[in-house]
C-alpha cells in the first residue's frame, strides 16, 4: 500500500480493522477524527497519510494494528492517537457510527466536532479542502457561525484570527447559491 491512503482504503483498513478486533473476541469503540474522518465523508478528498483514531479500551487493538502494518505494508504508525489532544471532551451524540462488526463500532466526529478540530489545527494549505468541506457541511454562512461551533467544542474560545480569515476567504470564494 502506498504512503497515503484514498477514502476507499480508510474504509477497507478500518473495515479489516474492527473485523480482526471483533474475531479475536475483543470489544472496542475507534472513534476516527481528521483527514480519515473527512475522507469517509467526502469520497472525493484525495489522500491522507495516516488514520487519527483514538481505541477504547486503550491498547485493545495494539497488536491487531501492528499485524496490519506488516500484513499491508503500512508505516507504523498508520493509526495513532495523535489528534488526541484536540479531540474536545464530548458527549455521544457528537460521534456517528459509521461501521460495525459484532462488538466493535467504528465512529467519526460529527462534521461539526470535525470543522471545530480543523480550526484549531488551521494548518494552512494543508487542512484547507478540509475545512472548506466542512464549512459547507456545517451549513456555514459566516464568521459568526463559525465561531459558534468552534465555541461549543473549544471551551468558550475564540477563533484565530488566521482561522477567520480562512473561514471568511473561503466564503469569499464559495460559489453564490
Known amino acids: ?37 473527512v ?11 495516516d488514520i487519527d483514531a483514538v481505541i477504547v479500551p486503550a491498547g485493545a487493538a495494539h497488536d491487531i494494528v501492528a499485524a496490519m502494518a506488516q500484513d499491508h505494508g ?45 480550526l484549531m489545527a488551521n494548518r494552512g494549505i494543508r487542512d484547507a479542502d478540509d475545512i472548506a468541506f466542512l464549512l459547507d457541511a456545517c451549513g456555514v454562512t459566516c464568521v459568526d457561525d463559525a465561531q459558534a461551533i468552534y465555541e461549543r467544542y473549544q471551551a468558550q474560545d475564540v477563533l484565530t484570527p488566521a482561522a477567520a480569515a480562512r473561514v471568511q476567504h473561503w466564503l469569499d470564494q464559495r460559489p453564490a447559491t
Open 74 to 118: 503500512l508505516p507504523a504508525h498508520w493509526l495513532n492517537d495523535a489528534a488526541l489532544a484536540y479531540i474536545p471532551p464530548v458527549g455521544a451524540e457528537d460521534w456517528v457510527e459509521v461501521l460495525r462488526r459484532g462488538s466493535v463500532s467504528v465512529s467519526i466526529g460529527s462534521v461539526q466536532m470535525l470543522l471545530a478540530m480543523k
Open 39 to 49: 475522507a469517509i465523508l467526502d469520497a472525493g478528498r484525495h489522500s491522507t497519510s
Open 1 to 37: 500500500m502506498a504512503d497515503t491512503m484514498t477514502p476507499a482504503d480508510v474504509r477497507e483498513l478500518l473495515e479489516e480493522l474492527a473485523s480482526r478486533l471483533n474475531d479475536a473476541g475483543l470489544a472496542a469503540g475507534i472513534r476516527v477524527v481528521g483527514g480519515a474522518a
